[in-house]
């Protein structure tokens, strides 16, 4: 017996990525897919490898032939489509920033835009190895973490949890993004010509929108607000995410077994062994993070996570959480990993 | 003393690159660039190693002050800049396709619109390399080859021009080119992601309107109209095209004594010895043409042509064109070659 | 019950492929992996995404525990591994040039070397969609196609089959690799430095060593030797083949028809609808071929075909061979695809 | 009247740029260019844009006839060159690792071979915006920094200078370079399939061995050894370093204020307007270096650095030296730059 979805926004990278994994998912049916622009095509006029799925428009959306609603969609666009789902019945595994801030305000703040369902709020924001999987289990509505907030809590938290950081340091995450990340509406900065050969720092410090997030999460593990520096970069290739953590902590060898103690056993999450660096090799078209350990000096660790920001940044990562939220095994449809239409 | 010229569309791929190359010239003065868009800004604050040129609007244009305007605006919005210059006795190099179809109906017919000016054509086509260059001093007016034509019809014509072509045999130009060729215009078929790891042919066969012009220049040189098929294809790279002409010949030693006779001694054009192919790395970021001959039975010849489309293809070739209007050097502020603004 | 199998020459980008196919296919187990270089270590340690197999040299391969030996081995050195595996029984994949040729003084004119097991030949030369496939089950030994061979042949064979081409025309096939096709042991030109924003023709006209495969089934479709014009080129990718066919013809509607006869219903061959176009983005990490057909004038026909070359090109192509000779499903563990170690 | 020189090591990446640059310079003569594979060939055989040099091997280079020698050879090989070019009266410009460490003890332990040369050292390191330029008029020899050295040093001496930096805090360079850097000599790691796609760090932390030079510089600088810590990451371009430094500070405004009065006026190091950020774009195949500086708390600033590796980074920073060892004005044959051969 499946579980029937709906796919809000096919058409974008995470959408696509997340059609061609639910594609693949045996306990899964994809009921319909909507995008605004190219309702009344075939997914497959748009990507050569998508699948023959006809587009309908948001408004078209039959909620009550679905289970689950995947809202792949920018925010503020989101949330009133999570509420509709919601009022109906239907559970929502939103992959937007709608859902991901507990605080309104702090949404308004980051967003530049008052929060469209503050109503909603607060929602489980679930990253599935550094959460309590159990409580996930029949909860309505799932806020799927960003990329980079991925990419850089899975390197902090386990230090943050153990009260590892050393204080009043700064707790620096340099990332580096592959262009997808950027999504596909056609800008001048992600044409190729522009990113080819190219390379750069952009609103560095503490700028970036993911601070939000990151942040919310830090103070959740017990750590000031405010001591994050977080600095992104856009690499030239398609897709995956290095995040560079360095961290001041108290303890080496409690910071590395902090980390064994969280990921040893996750089929999702690696950790590397001694010497081996995490590399995007590691982790593209896979559903997988990748963390290598960098002992410096006696209270330096660098930490490098690889992650595959449409994936484990975004699309598996909500196939995880749509696993756990129905009872399924977490890796259902992930493992081996069959995706590959983006 | 200087030549004063204006720049009409300063801020697309092929306009940076002329304003590279005239800011270097030393028998120039770039009195001011235009941008539609863009009027009110630096030219810098769009490309980061442009001069600091601020842009104004077309029509603000001073054309009273300059001797010479170079045009690298869109098709059919080229024609009545160029009018409007004209009329003012000032000179024209145009890189749009507007002037390059003598015959109006021609143009309609491939651009699907009607000619905007038609009491301009014709106009002088050079590629100075295949022209009469003594006619061009003191021309009004020239019309700038296409990127694909340029190095098609450097493939082609000193085979057309000697009668050496087998009659009844298709004449097929395989060309590929990198992605600055489709413009700065963001559309998703030109987004790093949809261009990184890909690469394709498009409107192949006798559907691209380079074949328009094409055609004109090898109907010129004694050759039937309809004989052309073109491929072209997208590469995964900023510049350059590869032209792989496929020519069936009446005489192989008459053919490379063709090429020979026609280039030697050219400064910006290279015929490779024997046994050496053309690659983008000879022409990328340089105003060459490099040419390699590779005769394979009695009868075949493949002729490889290698251009960076925004040099040779355009702006470069505009500068030699200028420079013969002007009865200047024809290589003056192309060789060494110092642009590099784009 | 599983089929046991052997891998020789694991560590190259063909061998790493195949493993990674092998490794998902429900009815193969692999005993061991070979390389001479890195013998001793486990894969993982070449290619971070690989199993963890442990690597022999060939010299300690047990034939006697396999049932099927794959050979992803340079050619001289293939072919006595395969006379050694056929002298114990045990079947055989080459995906290596060796019994590609039935003539071992082809081989010698086109590999400069005389043929190491001239005995062996001739061998079935295997596309599964354009051979008698029932002739393959209990086959002891087929030869895998190579890359280019791979895309000209289902581009020319089903216009060749039916006696489309025009008498004394070229057949050209203008083809584009990805710089894996190059294969991983370091050299100069496929240097990340070298590729990076270059591209160019190589070994162009009837000078490539696949053109003796090519030829070779042209000929045994009826077809004049001498007639290929074969230009190879290397793209700035890492992987994938366009090649695109010019074909004077006879009867295009036939030819139209010829094709759809000839791939209607085959799982891994898709003909694109008229007015699409093949492209790298169609195929690359999937084992499928995908053809489109432009028909230009009455008589020219251009044939786009794109494969990966590493999959049906190679690896994917010799999983659909080993499936037809040991009588399992020819897509078993190829569809939905779950490669992705290389 | 021509200063005449002598390129040893001609063939790599960085001899490569130099011969480009030296061609053009209008004060040089290129007397004869060294490789030790290669002797005997044209530097055009190996490099298509290289000019027509006849390459011997450095046994043969006639030191009699030249004023300079640059050298671009590998760490030990370099020195005993220096060593003879220096007994003749020849003046030399080192671009290896061998004349940058003052302390032989030192360049043993990181390049873990004994120091070839001793008696030569010390020699002066020099990045000439950082740098007593009148001391270098004469100088027999100097050592051109390192290029990840000079990308950090640039972002790092300003502050040590001033005295700025709050103690005992780490002092993070992340830095991320071009596939350049590691060289010409084909390595699997550095082939295209194995970089195309892919992102990662190496040698993090204190394992790097630049460290070594800009940790001698930071102490003569006035900082304490051991505090850097240096992150290389390998970017899938040919070119270009930026480097992210991490700082924290003690007076936001005094850092401001002692970059720009390290650089103001500088023609090859620019400060970019704040709220701009340094980008690979600005850098590329030109001499230039690129600073943005973004203040994010009171105490951390991060000071990007944006430098072509092969230029700056090597072989213009190597000419900018050479000017000044001979009293030439600086910047000349680098402005505007001609470079282009690699």
């Given amino acids: 017996m499946s579980i029937n979805v709906g796919v809000f926004g096919a ?3 995470t959408g696509l990525e997340l059609i061609g994994i639910l594609e693949n998912h045996p306990g899964v049916e994809i009921l319909f897919a909507t995008s605004e622009s190219s309702a009344g095509k075939s997914l497959r006029e748009l990507s050569p490898r998508a699948p023959d799925l006809f587009l309908i428009s948001s408004a078209e959306a039959p909620f009550d032939q679905i289970d689950c609603a995947f809202l792949c969609l920018p925010h503020t666009r989101s949330a009133p489509i999570a509420a509709k789902a ?4 239907v559970k929502v595994i939103d992959l937007s920033a709608d859902l991901r801030i507990d605080d309104p305000a702090v949404y308004e703040q980051w967003y530049k835009v008052a929060h469209p369902n503050p109503e909603l709020l607060p929602v489980p924001y679930v990253i599935p190895e550094l959460s309590e999987r ?3 289990k029949n909860a309505p ?3 799927n973490p960003g990329c ?4 850089a809590l899975l390197g902090i938290l386990p230090l943050a949890i153990e009260g590892l ?8 995450v340099d990332a580096k993004s592959g262009v997808s990340g950027a999504g596909k509406t056609p800008k001048v900065h992600t044409l190729f010509c522009e990113v080819h050969g190219n390379f750069y720092p952009y609103a560095i410090g503490r700028a970036h929108r993911h601070i939000s997030e990151i942040e919310q999460e830090m103070v959740r593990a017990g750590l000031e607000a405010g001591r994050l520096i977080f600095s992104p970069h856009l690499l030239p290739t398609d897709r995956g995410i290095i995040a560079t953590v360095y961290a001041q902590i108290s303890d080496m060898e409690a910071a590395l077994e902090a980390f064994d103690g969280q990921f040893a056993g996750e089929p ?3 950790l590397l062994p001694e010497g081996e660096l995490a590399s995007l090799a590691h982790v593209t078209r896979t559903p997988l993070a990748v963390i290598s350990l960098t002992p410096v000096t006696g209270s330096l660790l660098i930490v490098s996570v690889a992650i595959d920001n449409l994936l484990k940044g975004a699309s598996s990562q909500a196939v995880q959480n749509f696993n756990l939220m129905f009872g399924l095994d977490e890796t259902l449809g992930l493992l081996p990993f069959q995706g590959g239409v983006a």
Same sequence: chains 1, 2, 3, 4.
């Fill in 11 to 13: 058409t974008g990278y």
């Fill in 86 to 89: 919601l009022e109906q019945g």
């Fill in 134 to 136: 159990e409580n996930l």
């Fill in 141 to 143: 509505c799932i806020a």
């Fill in 148 to 151: 980079y907030a991925t990419a």
């Fill in 165 to 172: 950081f050393l204080p009043d340091t700064p707790i620096i």
């Fill in 268 to 270: 999702l999450v690696h």
